[in-house]
């Protein structure tokens, strides 16, 4: 039956190819909001789902694109085992294939890496409606270019994805999660302190005056690393790390459709002090990720973040037909469009969702 | 052609070029001795302007140009192209910057591994690839393989550890990927780059990614009387939820040239040796190290030694550090393997080697990384016998074979270079090489960058004839068989 959906995408692919019919890519549509508004046909690729294989002895599990999140997750929690990059899956129907191509990471990303750190193999349909696979189910792997990574965040515009293998890592033993009052300087100050000591950091944050930590591992090493900080136990961590992750939380509660406020993602290097732009701020990932509810400009965040040594993106709100991204230098955009050409020389996958261009 | 290399001097100076045939020489290979090639002159750039200079000038003249760390590759990725220009970043040796608060360091790509963790060490912080060649590999060549090291099962391979890198086009234009972020807008163009082999643009500077150094560590050995037992402990370790700093294997033939060559006082009666880094806070360390222990045992260990203290893991470590010097004094020549298959095939993929080695009537030591699968058979020859060269590259290839049909890969962390590349007509189909090409052309659309590496022509498969039938679709079906 999956054999069948596949070609039945191969067929709308290669129609979509002689006809030069713009596509547009849909799995569970839990990420629709994110990059910005394309149109074209619908290609709904959802009920490609299902479990391929998982041998926990080989921390490798392989699921057809269409599989949901929540399902891998429950998969894998049998054994003892996890995404390791906590995906954001903002939706319950979100899907592995949505997961991959928007490339977002969770609380943990920092700590232990992004979801492109963990993806090892996949198999996809090109813009000429090939299926191809790259990669595999083994950790080292440099046979050929790395396609499973340069598609992992590429939104769909260079395949349609149909399986991946993702590497999984067991649950940690033990967490805790600690909280006390700072100021943002200063909760910059020791996220990077701490990520620089051997202490089992596996999420940390700022937001309305407080400092949280996570610690994960051991449950020895958790509670002899918890005693060296000047913070409190905060008994609904598991709680507060997942409405972070899902922005189920009171600072995302906004839906921004209404006002001149967006929200905002500035990924910016760690150490990056605070920056000088009007809003509210929520800081993540050791001060890597820093989440900003503002109306300030476009040009000044974009500018500000650029000169940070970062990037901006207009996560929720503001105009979707606009540039969402940080827009590309020439060099680097040139190599964009050569990329795009070589996957989907007629740019009907996804075309526009990422840059305007292509 | 020497007309190239007066127009060069007409824009490097004369003392950053060799083009004299004995100098040339030392230049001809690189680690994989068995291919050589001299290449038109050797250019040794001591900035990022010169290269941009040197770059447009052979895009100008269509002069391949073939990238060159230490020359410490194993699969003859540096091997000059004839007619055209090697480049030797052997000058670009600084580290430019340690932040120890950011925990990155930006170094040129000249650098040796080593050099980073050296120079980050005293703010607790390390470099976490460590191949073996770490005391004379360059950074510029490690983010050009993808390399690994012993302790790649935990921490990663150099693309997770890496964040950015300065790389100069083919047409001499210099463009920063990645950032200092932890991610970046658009395409995930390191990765891309990583393990690219020097196909796609050439590395002036890399900013690499610093971790803080375990509190403590331990090393246990392992005898086993059985590989098979060996091959599943690895298995039971991960399962259990532990993940090991290294986890490394040597079959019966390597113990016994390691034990020769530096009394390591390794069992040399035992089938094979498991050896087991666990680290991380002290009271983590001993309660894994107690469980690695007791799994050992129940899997069939005749003997199970755990280090006393930091002196005696090191022996543990030397004797597997030492290996393939040892292998070459028991074999006058020998060919290293590299592929990488799913753990649990460990046991019975090393008994199809052992087999295919007896068909051969050549020896082969087994030495590798088993934590991720990636073995590294040793296959002994000796050059001045007729014939037996061409038989050990033939096992060779048998062997990465294997590798593939058990649903592994051809190279693990070598890199394709030469050496594999017809290897890779068996791993990827016709359509997979095509897109292959279609990347490649996007970066270098004249194919001077290090042509003939990693990326066979569809040519060279059919000639090669890798019947790679899957699902009884022969492959390169297009192409005329000659």
């Given amino acids: 039956m999956t054999g069948e959906l596949v070609q039945q995408y191969q067929q709308h692919i290669q129609d979509a190819y002689v006809a030069e019919t713009p596509l547009c890519i849909q799995g569970g549509g839990s990420k629709a909001f994110y990059g910005r508004k394309i149109k074209g046909e619908i290609l709904d690729v959802s009920a490609n789902a299902g479990v391929i294989s998982y041998e926990p002895t080989e921390l490798v599990i392989t699921v057809r694109a269409g599989t949901t999140i929540s399902e891998i997750n429950e998969v894998l929690a049998k054994e003892k085992q996890m995404l390791a990059f906590e995906p954001p899956c903002f939706a319950t129907n979100a899907t592995a294939g949505g997961m991959v191509a928007c490339g977002l990471s969770g609380p943990r990303r920092p700590y232990v890496g992004a979801v492109r750190d963990f993806v090892l193999g996949l198999k996809c349909l090109n813009g000429k409606a090939e299926i191809l696979n790259f990669g595999g189910q083994v950790m080292k792997n440099v046979a050929g270019y790395d396609v499973s990574r340069l598609m992992t965040g590429a939104m769909g515009t260079l395949g349609v994805l149909l399986e991946v293998s993702l590497k999984v890592l067991p649950e940690p033993e033990y967490e805790l999660t600690l909280k006390g009052e700072s100021d943002l300087a200063t909760a910059i100050q020791l996220m990077n302190k701490w990520a620089g000591q051997s202490v089992p950091v596996s999420a940390t944050s700022f937001h309305d005056g407080n400092i949280y930590i996570r610690l994960s591992g051991h449950k020895s090493a958790v509670l002899a690393a918890a005693s060296q900080f000047p913070l409190s136990e905060y008994p609904d961590g598991e709680n507060y790390w997942q409405s972070l992750r899902e922005h189920k939380d009171n600072y995302f509660a906004d839906d921004f459709s209404s006002d001149s406020r967006n929200l905002w993602r500035l990924s910016v290097p760690s150490t990056t002090e605070e920056i000088n732009l009007q809003g509210q701020w929520l800081i993540e990932w050791g001060g890597a990720q820093r989440w900003l509810i503002t109306s300030e400009p476009l040009e000044q965040i974009r500018n500000v973040a650029g000169k940070a040594g970062g990037h901006a993106t207009l996560f929720r709100g503001g105009d979707r037909d606009g540039e969402i991204f940080q827009p590309l230098s020439t060099g680097i955009e040139h190599l964009h469009v050569a990329l795009k050409n070589a996957f989907d020389p007629k740019r009907i996958l996804n075309r526009g969702r990422l840059y305007k261009k292509f | ?482």
């Fill in chain 2, 1 to 482: 052609m020497s007309l190239f290399v007066d127009k060069l001097k007409t824009q490097i100076a004369k003392e950053l070029i060799i083009s004299d045939e004995e100098l040339l020489r030392a230049y001809e290979c690189d680690a994989l001795s068995a291919y050589r090639q001299l290449p038109l002159c050797v250019v040794l750039p001591e900035n990022v302007e010169q290269v941009q200079a040197i770059m447009q000038l052979c895009y100008q003249e269509n002069v391949p140009v073939v990238a060159r760390g230490a020359g410490t590759g194993l699969s003859g990725g540096a091997m000059p192209v004839a007619d055209g220009l090697l480049l030797s970043l052997a000058r670009f040796n600084e580290i430019i910057e340690v932040d120890p608060h950011q925990r990155t360091a930006r170094v040129q790509p000249g650098v040796r591994n080593i050099c980073v963790s050296e120079a980050a060490e005293k703010y607790d912080l390390f470099y976490a690839p460590d191949p073996s060649s770490q005391i004379a590999c360059t950074i510029g060549g490690n983010v050009a393989e993808n390399s690994g090291g012993v302790h790649c099962l935990k921490y990663g391979l150099t693309v997770h550890n890496i964040m950015a890198v300065k790389l100069i086009t083919v047409t001499g234009e210099l463009v920063e990927i990645g950032a200092e972020s932890l991610d970046s807008a658009g395409y995930d163009l390191l990765a891309l780059i990583t393990g690219s082999e020097g196909m796609l643009g050439v590395i002036v500077e890399v900013t690499l990614k610093l971790l803080s150094k375990p509190l403590c560590n331990k090393v246990l050995l392992a005898a086993f009387d059985e590989v098979e037992a060996a091959g599943d402990s690895v298995a039971g370790i991960i399962a259990s939820g532990i993940i090991p700093a290294g986890l490394e294997m040597m079959d019966n033939a390597c113990i016994r040239a390691v034990e020769d060559y530096l009394h390591a006082g390794y069992p040399v009666d035992a089938a094979a040796i498991l050896i087991c880094e666990i680290d991380g806070a002290a009271e983590e360390v001993d309660s894994e190290c107690r469980k690695v222990e007791a799994i050992l045992k129940a899997a069939g260990a005749s003997e199970v030694r755990v280090a006393r203290d930091k002196a005696e893991g090191e022996i543990f470590w030397a004797g597997r550090k030492s290996a393939f010097p040892a292998v070459g004094r028991i074999a006058s020549d020998y060919y290293c393997m590299d592929g990488t298959i799913p753990r649990k095939h460990i046991g019975s993929v090393l008994n199809m080697i052992n087999d295919l080695a007896e068909q051969y009537h050549l020896g082969v030591v087994n030495v590798f990384h088993a934590g991720d699968g990636n073995l590294h058979p040793l296959i002994l020859y000796d050059v001045s016998i007729e014939g037996e060269q061409e038989r050990a590259e033939e096992l060779g290839g048998k062997i990465l074979e294997i590798c593939v049909e058990v649903g592994g890969t051809i190279t693990g962390e070598h890199g394709v270079g030469v050496e594999k590349i017809n290897q890779m007509c068996v791993q990827f189909n016709t359509e997979e090489l095509l897109q292959f090409h279609a990347i490649k052309s996007a970066f270098d659309p004249k194919g001077l960058l290090n042509p003939g590496k990693a990326i066979p022509t569809l040519h060279r498969c059919a000639e090669f004839g890798a019947m790679h039938v899957h699902q009884g679709k022969l492959p390169h079906a297009d192409l005329e068989r000659f």
